[in-house]
């Protein structure tokens, strides 16, 4: 799939878990240079044996269309996110629930903004418990998973 095509995929996603119940986002952020941050959440992933498919450069995408749309305003110095899966928790949730498939791939996102040079963000969007027992299972293992990805990449 198309990084482009991902990100639309990504970006309705959120507009659809939105209009149907929010889902929350979780960050943390750390004073440090943002190709720092970014070998040290990378590294936190293959750590796990996860395997990054996407890498959306969402700066430089907002940079390169924001004339297109008028707009003048640098959004984040970076910014970008990388996309996964894991065989086992995907499995997991799907088998517990096949509407668990919105839940992948995981994505966790970082950004530097302008106003905060050196400073770092981190983070992802929570998957809701929702559904039987194993689905809410699952789904907080998940959520778990993600948030020591991010903690470790911004320790």
């Given at each position: 799939m198309r990084t482009s095509t991902f990100a639309a995929a990504?970006?309705?996603?959120?507009?659809?878990?939105?209009?149907?119940?929010?889902?929350?986002?979780?960050?943390?952020?750390?004073?440090?240079?943002?190709?720092?941050?970014?070998?040290?959440?990378?590294?936190?992933?293959?750590?796990?044996?996860l395997v990054v498919d996407a890498n959306g450069q969402v700066g430089k995408m907002l940079d390169r269309t924001g004339p297109d749309v008028g707009s003048t305003r640098q959004v984040y110095t970076h910014?970008?996110?990388f996309s996964f899966c894991s065989a086992k928790y995907s499995r997991r949730m799907m088998e517990a629930d096949p509407v668990n498939i919105g839940f992948c791939p995981f994505v966790i996102f970082m950004y530097e903004a302008p106003d905060a040079p050196g400073r770092t963000t981190v983070g992802y969007r929570r998957?809701?418990?929702?559904?039987?027992?194993?689905?809410?299972?699952?789904l907080t293992e998940i959520d778990a998973l993600l948030d020591g990805i991010v903690k470790e990449a911004v320790q």
């Open positions: 990504v970006l309705a996603l959120a507009a659809s878990a939105s209009a149907g119940g929010a889902q929350e986002v979780r960050i943390y952020a750390k004073a440090a240079p943002y190709e720092d941050v970014k070998l040290d959440l990378t590294s936190a992933i293959a750590s796990r044996g910014a970008e996110y998957p809701t418990p929702q559904g039987n027992e194993a689905s809410r299972q699952v």
